[in-house]
Nanobody, 121 residues
Framework: QVQLVESGGGLVQAGGSLRLSCAAS????????MGWYRQAPGKQRELVAS???????NLADSVKGRFTISRDNAKNTVYLQMNSLKPEDTAVYYC???????????????WGQGIQVTVSS
């Protein structure tokens, strides 16, 4: 079994910062891509940032210059550092990882349970 557990969300004032963490655990052979998505009320889930196993990153235009994604492969953990937060960043943030489990011949996507980030104006 593989699990992704997010932490670090909460309520912050506009202009503030938060750091999200997502740790993968369980019977893991390897992890390739990891990323963060978010879903605001009444909107579709959107990609915020992604990172490859080699460290190449991709950020949505709306967060470039404010958010940074990183990962610690030894800890199977991905981070999202969010600075200069805006009210429009308010959403439930989800972690996703492409994982090959031990004993599996293929990789598949796993999702975290989601964590609320609220930015007040």
């Amino acid at each position: 079994q593989v699990q992704l557990v997010e932490s670090g969300g909460g309520l912050v004032q506009a202009g503030g910062s938060l750091r999200l963490s997502c740790a993968a655990s369980g019977s893991i052979l390897s992890i390739s891509g990891m990323g963060w998505y978010r879903q605001a009320p009444g909107k579709q889930r959107e990609l915020v940032a992604s990172i490859t196993s080699g460290g190449s990153t991709n950020l949505a235009d709306s967060v470039k210059g404010r958010f940074t994604i990183s990962r610690d492969n030894a800890k199977n953990t991905v981070y999202l550092q969010m600075n200069s937060l805006k009210p429009e960043d308010t959403a439930v943030y989800y972690c996703k990882a492409h994982i090959r489990g031990r004993g599996s011949y293929f990789s598949q996507d796993y999702w975290g349970q989601g964590i609320q980030v609220t930015v007040s104006s």
